[in-house]
């Protein structure tokens, strides 16, 4: 099982951005996916999880800001990310569960500053 993010880099706050991340070796559209971010010295916390049917799920932090997405045909999940706020700089990573086991890809920096 593989996950890659894309799309993280450096936005004022207001900006937008738009990650996403490629699945591969796993039956994606039966999948559910996340997203997760970490802060510097703080714990990694659930952002965003789109079930197989495209249910969505945000953190109440992101509400209003944040859309979870999928694309099944190119085994694809989005985080697009709106009206970015300095408080949501992080490492952010890509999640899936599969036969019993949690797969991660290896993040994506998103920083907010002006």
Request: proline letters at 3%; charged letters at 15%; a positive charge.
């Amino acid at each position: 099982v593989q996950l890659v993010e894309s799309g993280g880099g450096l936005v004022q706050p207001g900006g937008s951005l738009r990650l996403s991340c490629a699945a591969s070796g796993i039956i994606f559209r039966l999948n559910a996916m996340g997203w997760y971010r970490q802060a510097p010295g703080k714990q990694r916390e659930l952002v965003a999880a789109i079930t197989s049917g495209g249910n969505t799920n945000l953190a109440d932090s992101v509400k209003g800001r944040f859309t979870i997405s999928r694309d099944n045909g190119k085994n694809t999940v989005y985080l697009q990310m709106n009206s970015l706020k300095p408080e949501d700089t992080a490492v952010y990573y890509c999640h899936a569960t599969t036969a019993g086991r949690d797969y991660w890809g290896q993040g994506t920096q998103a920083t907010v500053s002006s």
